[in-house]
């Protein structure tokens, strides 16, 4: 296991104050139901498969993975300790089995070739240009070779009224921080990390703006 050492994250919301309210805000803003379980529908996801849950916050994605597919080894990862209090809590009440770890996206605590998917939602938005690489290079260093990995995040919106609706979203996130994600350039990070077949899988209008759906995968053969 790498020890992770940096001491930065970015809190659930970006506000600590608001970690308490994530759950129902995230599901009022997002039509979360809807874009999380079509990630998982597009993730090769089977029985004895090692997923991780990349910036998990309280776990309403790794625990559906884990009722969806009951044989996958599920793990959860976000930066808040206070978030990841919720998700074990969650877990437990559902009587589910999730390893749940603090730690940061840019300095991964598991071993190379770690895993066979790697899941990440509402995450990349969060994140400066230079995190969003150093994120990807770390996606990429844990995934085995063959893994795949899938991304629900912030795309180029749709039309002037998922534009305008999108800059609320910009203006508690960043303008900086959302820039390559309004502009549709995501695609083009992941290509530049070293991932293949990068492709939007689909979108998803929600009351905030355009989610997008990405796939792509690490070259080589997935044994799994």
């Not at 770690?114 to 400066?128: A, E, G, N, P, Q």
């Not at 990068?198 to 990405?214: F, K, Q």
């Amino acid at each position: 296991m790498r020890m992770n050492t940096t001491p930065r994250y970015i809190p659930a919301l970006r506000y600590s104050m608001l970690t308490a309210l994530y759950d129902p805000i995230v599901a009022l803003t997002t039509r979360e139901r809807t874009f999380k379980r079509r990630l998982i529908e597009q993730a090769s996801i089977r029985d004895g498969s090692s997923v991780l849950d990349l910036a998990c916050g309280t776990g309403t994605l790794a625990l559906w993975v884990k009722q969806r597919i009951p044989g996958a080894n599920v793990y959860g990862i976000d930066g808040d300790p206070k978030i990841l209090t919720l998700a074990q809590q969650k877990a437990k009440r559902n009587g589910i089995s999730i390893t749940f770890q603090h730690g940061l996206s840019t300095n991964l605590p598991y071993d190379d070739c770690s895993f066979d998917c790697v899941l990440c939602s509402l995450f990349f938005h969060h994140l400066s240009h230079e995190d969003k690489v150093r994120t990807i290079r770390e996606v990429f260093r844990v995934l085995k070779p063959g893994g795949e990995f899938h991304v629900a995040d912030w795309g180029k919106p749709q039309n002037v009224l998922m534009h305008g609706l999108f800059f609320l979203v910009r203006l508690l996130d960043g303008f900086e921080n959302t820039r390559e994600n309004v502009q549709g350039e995501l695609p083009d990070l992941f290509t530049a990390g070293g991932f293949q077949g990068v492709e939007e899988r689909g979108t998803v209008t929600t009351p905030v703006g355009t989610m997008a759906l990405y796939a792509m995968k690490k070259a080589g053969t997935n044994n799994q």
